[in-house]
């Protein structure tokens, strides 16, 4: 399995059920040298995972996530990690920042809804209707992708002794 530099992106993640369904908005901070090219164009996790399949968002609010993006989560004891089909890890999130209702109806469902966007401006006061709004003004300036994405547990078994 590889895995990009620890270095490589600086982002904050929120977790939220919408109609109960689960959605993880990832806020990349964005380059401080390049404000001018699309993040799309630019180097990091954003284009990474356009590339895996990720879609830009015209909008949000009235717009279906598409399906199969090379991209889901993999949940393990201490940390989510956003990887590719090729298990690349692109993004460390620590499991303790993770609420408990989210990840019970992200496993039930085997899939999350995924939004990522540089300098998004999402914060740990906004309720769900603020983090969409702030979601569909940055999707109609062509910062953000979205896609819904599979959320797998992996179960660890012990061995059968004969």
């Not at 929120?14 to 090219?37: H, I, S, W, Y």
Request: charged content about 25%; overall charge negative; proline content about 8%.
């Amino acid at each position: 399995m590889s895995s990009l530099p620890a270095d490589a992106v600086s982002a904050a993640a929120r977790f939220v059920l919408l109609r109960d369904l689960p959605l993880l908005v990832v806020d990349l901070e964005p380059p401080a040298d390049d404000d001018t090219t699309p993040p799309m164009l630019r180097d990091g996790l954003f284009r990474a995972l356009t590339e895996r399949g990720m879609v830009v968002l015209p909008r949000f609010y009235g717009t279906d996530l598409p399906r199969g993006a090379n991209v889901g989560l993999t949940i393990e004891r201490d940390v989510l990690r956003l990887e590719d089909d090729a298990e690349t890890t692109l993004l460390r999130i620590p499991r303790e920042a993770v609420e408990r209702p989210w990840l019970d109806r992200a496993i039930a469902l085997k899939g999350t809804m995924l939004c990522v966007g540089p300098a998004l401006g999402v914060n740990a006061d906004q309720d769900a209707h603020e983090l969409c709004d702030v979601l569909d003004i940055a999707a109609t300036a062509g910062r953000v992708a979205g896609a819904i994405v599979g959320v797998a547990e992996p179960r660890i078994g012990l061995p059968l002794l004969f």
